[in-house]
């Protein structure tokens, strides 16, 4: 999840999975990216889309987990998220990418 949140503007140029290890197939990229934004919807009362505003106060409607992987795909660093109110940066995106692999290994329910 973190891989794919670190790389989202650019999935379609491929996915490094690892150092050795990239997926560079199209159709398989789509799904990921589908996939994450799926799990993306789940963790908050916002609507992702996958349309991208660089603007990060045009998420303030998302929830607070939505919004600390939305920074993620923005590039916003911890300190500037600390100066937006955000405390405990580290943990709220362990438990936003816990749930959001929860919601797809149970099948998106």
């Known amino acids: 999840m973190r891989t794919i949140a670190e790389s989202y503007t650019s ?4 996915l490094p999975l690892s150092l050795r290890s990239e997926v560079t197939n199209p159709w398989a ?4 990216k589908a996939d994450f934004d799926m799990a993306l919807n789940s963790i908050g009362k916002g609507n992702w889309t996958g349309i991208i ?3 990060f106060k ?9 919004q600390i992987v939305i920074a993620i795909i923005l590039g ?3 300190y500037e998220l600390e100066g937006l109110g955000f405390y ?5 995106k362990g438990y936003a990418f816990y749930l959001m692999a929860k919601y797809l290994n149970e099948g998106g329910e």
Do not use: C, T, V, W
């Open 88 to 92: 405990d940066i580290l943990r709220l």
């Open 53 to 55: 505003s660089y603007q």
């Open 29 to 32: 990229l789509a799904e990921f």
């Open 76 to 78: 916003i660093p911890d």
């Open 11 to 14: 999935i379609y140029e491929g």
């Open 58 to 66: 045009d998420y303030k409607h998302f929830g607070r987990l939505q």
